[in-house]
Nanobody, 124 residues
């Protein structure tokens, strides 16, 4: 299975972007899907995760209330709607799936499959 993330780009502070991550190869409807990000000079960190059926979500405190994760299992795609963007949201955003543990894991090691990343730059 492969993940292809896209939708990154340049936004102004207070603006919005929508990221997408499409899975190919086989369906991933039985797995949670997550977004992580890595800012300049920082370690990769958890952003958001959604359950296999989209019924449950979890967010990092820094994005809660501003970002929304969703998924379309027919299209095998997960989305990240990012609103009220801040310069500190600047990062390469990665999608991940194939969780090794049940539920909504938030650690990198819990996920087997990763996309290549898409760059989000937020200007002040």
């Amino acid at each position: 299975v492969q993940l292809q993330a896209y939708g990154g780009g340049l936004a102004q502070a207070g603006g919005s972007l929508r990221l997408s991550c499409a899975a190919s190869g086989r369906t991933l409807n039985s797995y949670a899907m997550a977004w992580f990000r890595q800012g300049p000079g920082k370690e990769r960190e958890f952003v958001a995760v959604i359950s296999w059926n989209g019924g449950t979500t979890n967010y990092a405190g820094s994005v809660k209330g501003r970002f929304t994760i969703s998924r379309d299992n027919v299209k095998n795609t997960v989305f990240l709607q990012m609103d009220s963007l801040k310069p500190e949201d600047t990062a390469v955003y990665y999608c991940a799936t194939g969780n090794r543990v049940p539920g909504l894991p938030t650690t990198q090691t819990a996920f087997r499959t990763w996309g290549q990343g898409t760059l989000v730059t937020v200007s002040s």
